[in-house]
Nanobody
Framework: QVELVESGGGLVQPGGSLRLSCATS?????????LAWYRQPPGKQRDLVAT???????NYIASVKGRFTISRDDAKKTFDLQMNALKPEDTAVYYC??????WGRGTQVTVDG
């Protein structure tokens, strides 16, 4: 059975930092999968934030580039999203995703001063 569990969300002031982690279990050949973080702001659709492929190449949406960093640890079968210089518009439920396959249940990030 596959499970993805996010952690690290919370309430932070503008300019602050959070590190989200996604712990996975049951994902076969984890190192071969592209991984992603998505987010869904209140009342809006779920959108892609960042991706990392099996070679470690990363991509980000423009609004988080330079502030967020996605990383992976294939040995531990986890992946993270380091978020710095957070803004109120980053407020959302953040989801980890094994591309084309599995989703976590989400973790709330609230940026409010």
């Amino acid at each position: 059975q596959v499970e993805l569990v996010e952690s690290g969300g919370g309430l932070v002031q503008p300019g602050g930092s959070l590190r989200l982690s996604c712990a996975t279990s049951g994902v076969l050949l984890f190192s071969g999968h592209a991984l992603a973080w998505y987010r869904q702001p209140p009342g809006k659709q779920r959108d892609l934030v960042a991706t990392i492929n099996s070679n470690g190449w990363t991509n980000y949406i423009a609004s988080v580039k330079g502030r967020f960093t996605i990383s992976r640890d294939d040995a531990k079968k986890t992946f993270d999203l380091q978020m710095n210089a957070l803004k109120p518009e980053d407020t959302a439920v953040y989801y980890c995703h094994v591309m084309g396959s599995y989703w976590g249940r989400g973790t709330q990030v609230t940026v409010d001063g």
